[in-house]
């Protein structure tokens, strides 16, 4: 079955740096736009950035354009999101996210605190 399991959350200083991983398992990750949003508590889930299959192509909210990159190693079926120059409006639970035919698929979520 697919499974997406998140990691690399925690708590940063503002100006810093994450980096989050992806780890996807029970399809072929290769062949799919994989994306990562965020939730804030008592917000709806938005979508921070997404990579075309073979990673040729990202998009990036406009929040988050120049300060996160999006990227995938379809070696090691691991979708990625380099986030750097961190603030304390971004501070959520982060979801990597694929869709397939016609059903969606979330992980767990991992949690980015941005606070001094």
């Known amino acids: 079955q697919v499974q997406l399991v998140e990691s690399g959350g925690g708590l940063v200083q503002p100006g810093g740096s994450l980096r989050l991983a992806c780890s996807a398992s029970g399809f072929t990750f290769s062949s799919y736009y994989m994306s990562w949003y965020r939730q804030v508590s008592g917000k709806e889930r938005e979508l921070v950035a997404g990579i075309t299959a073979g990673g040729a192509n990202t998009n990036y909210a406009d929040s988050v354009k120049g300060r996160f990159t999006i990227s995938r190693d379809d070696v090691k079926n691991t979708l990625y999101l380099q986030m750097n120059s961190l603030k304390p409006e971004d501070t959520a639970v982060y979801y990597c996210?694929?869709?397939?035919?016609?059903?969606?698929?979330w992980g767990q979520g991992t949690q980015v605190t941005v606070s001094s």
């Open positions: 996210h694929v869709w397939i035919v016609i059903a969606g698929y």
